[in-house]
């Protein structure tokens, strides 16, 4: 029986990969390149650590009730944890719109999809901070 894990690479979300201060969510939106579309709006800015990290903006005002922020706010979280590994160094914060509202899971994860195409694509040579 072949061990768990083993051979694979690990893809968690360990806190190493989150925004979690003020401070970071503020350098981000003040000097973060801008992406979005009609579910989702994301900053992204060059950060010094090792690898992406997430941080989430999910508005009671745009998502409604916890039961549906918290369906998109771990749609995200799966969608980048699967995608961390393709990302360059960047703060990343992610905003829900008001369509992403009861929109399908299937189309939130294919904005989602699109959005790290996107900043993987023109965000790749940003110099580090």
């Known amino acids: ?3 768990r894990g083993v051979g694979l690479e690990r893809l968690g979300f360990p806190p190493r990969r989150r925004l979690r201060r003020k401070s970071d969510f503020d350098a981000a939106y003040a000097e973060g390149r801008r992406f979005g579309d009609g579910f989702f709006g994301i900053v992204a800015r060059a950060n010094a650590a090792t690898g992406p990290r997430l941080g989430l903006a999910v508005a009671t005002k745009v998502a409604g009730s916890s039961v549906e922020r ?8 799966e969608s980048f944890r699967l995608r961390q590994r393709q990302l360059p160094a960047l703060d990343i914060v992610v905003s829900a719109r008001a369509r992403a509202r ?24 940003l110099p580090r901070s």
Do not use: F, H, P, Y
């Not at 918290?70 to 979280?77: G, V």
């Not at 939130?108 to 790290?116: F, M």
């Open 1 to 3: 029986m072949a061990r």
């Open 70 to 77: 918290n369906r998109i706010r771990r749609l995200i979280r």
């Open 102 to 125: 009861g929109a399908r899971n299937t189309e939130l994860t294919a904005s989602l999809e699109r959005l790290w195409d996107k900043v993987t694509e023109q965000c790749a040579s």
